[in-house]
């Protein structure tokens, strides 16, 4: 292939997901995407994935009642996490009250 061959965008955009940040950020990004599989129901309109640092996933929960209740499904929810990204990326859970006190708009 000589210089002046425009390369494969695909290709381009594979090659940094494998060997930069960009490619955790978008593995991180299927949580959001796919909250409503991962989350059982009822639990998943009680709260929301908030952030994630140090491969530990901070989830929003609407109440303290919903906090204790969800936490009873941690194991669970962190293996159908695992099932959408490795578990390299994401440890563990940590629940924290929201201070919004409405999901309905994410």
Do not use: C
């Amino acid at each position: 292939m000589s210089d002046d061959t425009p390369e494969n965008i695909a290709a381009i955009l594979e090659s940094l997901k494998s060997k930069s940040a960009f490619g955790v950020n978008l593995e991180e990004a299927k949580i959001w995407e796919q909250w409503d599989a991962i989350m059982p129901a009822p639990y998943h309109l009680q709260s929301y994935p908030l952030r994630v640092k140090d491969k530990v996933l901070h989830v929003e929960v609407l109440n303290a009642v919903w906090m204790h209740k969800i936490s009873y499904k941690k194991p669970e929810i962190l293996a159908k996490i695992h099932a959408v990204v490795s578990s390299k990326i994401i440890k563990d859970l940590r629940f924290v009250l929201s201070k919004e006190h409405n999901f309905e708009s994410r």
